[in-house]
């Protein structure tokens, strides 16, 4: 057992939406400072996973601890504050705010959470912007937006879905170095990612999804001898 925290503990987690039943048992644990990543094709429940972590599926059943908290009974705004950040795929900017009220506009959930200052020293762009409208901002910016509002909330396990998706190669590059920054300040990182080439470099564990369970786990290091079946899993 490592001296590290375990920051999510993920057991048996079953998800449903409506009638659909589309977790079928989902077990793996973060250790504080890890970057995890879920890989698997399209419908392999790596979403749905986030989704159900935080709360936010039709009905849950099985056991997800937040720092050793159980949380499956708990709202989605009770597990937001036990110091869990959720970027999702859509992103939600409020198209009528500028760049700067969007920043401004979650509550803090826990101590800790970046000032302004160091958000925009992280994402220059978004200071560049600080008075644009929402919609006027571009893809990159809007996904820099997205995880910067999280950043300043103060919560240390971050949940972050498809965040390089569709976006310029210079603004996935940019990301990237924003999630190894955080993950030398110490912050847990789960990631869903379709791009291989942007999670395979930042991650320290995968955890491939095949049918709403985890099949496969290992580490950074076995990335090069895994790569023969993560083709057979993913068309990577």
């Not at 997205?146 to 390089?164: M, P």
């Amino acid at each position: 057992m490592s001296d590290k925290k375990r920051m999510l503990e993920v057991q048996g987690l079953h998800g449903w939406y409506g009638e659909s039943h589309v977790l079928h048992g989902v077990d793996f644990h973060v250790d504080e400072g890890e970057v995890v990543t879920l890989l698997g094709r399209n419908g392999a429940g790596r979403t749905s996973t986030l989704r159900a972590i935080m709360g936010l599926i039709g009905s849950r059943k099985g056991s997800v601890k937040i720092m050793g908290q159980e949380s499956i009974q708990l709202p989605p705004h009770r597990i937001a504050r036990l110091g869990v950040g959720y970027c999702p795929e859509e992103r939600g900017i409020f198209s009528s705010l500028s760049a700067e009220e969007n920043l401004m506009l979650p509550p803090a959930i826990a101590p800790g959470g970046m000032g302004l200052d160091a958000l925009y020293q992280m994402f220059p762009n978004l200071k560049e912007r600080a008075a644009s409208q929402g919609t006027r901002l571009s893809g990159g910016e809007q996904q820099m937006l997205a995880v910067a509002r999280i950043l300043r909330t103060g919560a240390r396990l971050l949940l972050l879905d498809e965040i390089s998706e569709g976006l310029a190669p210079v603004i996935v590059q940019k990301l990237a170095e924003v999630v190894r920054t955080l993950r030398q300040q110490g912050y847990t990182i789960v990631m869903v990612e379709q791009n291989f080439r942007f999670a395979a470099p930042l991650a320290d564990r995968f955890l491939v999804m095949e049918h709403g369970r985890i099949i496969q786990s290992f580490t950074q290091a076995e990335l090069p001898e895994r790569m023969h079946d993560l083709h057979e899993y993913l068309g990577v």
